[in-house]
Every structure is written in C-alpha cells, then in structure tokens.
C-alpha cells in the first residue's frame, strides 16, 4: 500500500496506517509530527522527511526512514525497530524503554537521555556518525553504540556525554582521549567480551546500512558505565 503525505496531516497519515496492509509506504513526508505513534504490527517505509517524534510511544512496528528525520525519534518507543537512513535531530530515543534504533549519519544533542531498561527490555541505539552533546544524560539502562564512521578529524561526541548516567552502558569507537567524562562514570577500553557484544551490534548497523563489519570492529572501542559508587543509583534505582 501506498499513501501520498503531501497535504496530510499526522492524524489523517496514521489513520491511513491503520489498515490491514501492513506493509506501507508513505511519501512525500514533510515535518509531519507522531507518525506511527504508538504503533505495534505494521512495517512503514518513509520517503522525505518525518517531523518530530517519529515512532513515539512505539509498541512493536517497524520503521525504515530514507533519508534524515527530525527531533525525539522514538520518544518513549517501547518494542519495536526505527531505521534511519541519514541524520537524525536532538533527543532521538528519549527515555526509550525498549526496541532499537539504528541511525546511519549523525545524532544531534541529548541522544539516548533518560533510557531505561526492565527485565529482558534492553533499548539499543546505534549511531553510524557522531553524537552531539549530552549524550546519555540521565541513562539509566539501555545500550548506546557510537561509531563515528566518516567523521575523521571530528570528536565522536560532543561536549557533557553521561551527564548524570546511573545505568546502562555506552560503546564509542574511539580511544576517547579528546572526550572529557564526568566522575561518576567509568571509561575504559573494551575487552574481549565488549567486543564480542558491540560485533552483534556492529553486524546488523553493516546489514542494514551496507558497511563492512571488519572494517568497522577495526578500530580501539570505548565501554563507559556507572561508576560502582556512583551517587545517583539510590536515587534512581530500587536496590
């Protein structure tokens, strides 16, 4: 099935989504808010550019973007796949508690903040380009991979990355000797069994984006995560 955004509204695109088709394609996308919102069985291909909150409140569908998509993909997305072809805006992936997120380019600020995880949820972001600031602030569960892929020259992530994060874990591809941390958090470089991880990450980023996997595993990672004593895991988590 075919729907043509073009003078649609959000309302008018995911009533359309809502059919027995589930396998869709949408275009002419343009800033368009919540399509997909709180979607579970349908598979959505997306042509130009969706606007904020893509796949918020996501339960379970999958969403394919070709090309960049705007601020808080996946907003609170709780099951589920969103692929972004290109960039992506600020906030992707805000306080996600499940589902992954694959992103080709680039992640604005914010990325991952707030993600938490329960029981088998694991909410996993994986960003092909760099990150900008702040990236998991406030992270609490969840996976955030960085690979910095066509930036040579260009920090992987921008200022203030784990501001506040009290749980979870951050895999960059880089030694991270430019990237400041906070104190509450560990960084150190990955062993055998984070690389064994990240490659499972790693694979299906290349699947889905046509990288060689080899290519990418070539390269110092970096593992950050809560410092054993950090301060904050009493005020956000149960013991």
Known sequence: MIVEAKGLGFREINDMLRTPDKNITVKGCLGQRFICAGMSDVSVTLEGVPGNALGAYLNGAEITVKGNAQDAVG??????????????????????????????????????????????????????????????????????????????????????????????????????????????????????????????????FCRLFGFDTGFVMDSPFTVVTPDSKNPYKQLYTAN
Not at 111 to 140: C, D, N, R, W
């Open 75 to 204: 907003d609170t997305m709780n099951n589920g796949k969103i692929i972004i072809g290109g960039s992506v805006g600020d906030a992707a992936g805000y306080a996600m508690r499940g589902g992954c997120i694959f992103v080709k380019g680039d992640a604005g600020y914010r990325t991952g903040i707030h993600m938490k995880a329960y029981k088998e949820k694991i909410p996993l972001i994986v960003i092909g380009g760099s990150a900008g600031s702040f990236l998991g602030e406030y992270q609490a569960g969840g996976v955030i991979v960085v690979l910095g892929l066509g930036g040579e020259g260009k920090r992987i992530v921008g200022d203030f990355p784990c501001t506040g994060m009290h749980g979870g874990k951050m895999i960059l591809r880089s030694n991270c000797k430019d990237v400041r941390f906070p104190g509450q958090v560990t960084a150190r470089p990955a062993g055998a069994e984070d690389l064994k991880e990240t490659e499972k990450y790693v694979s299906e």
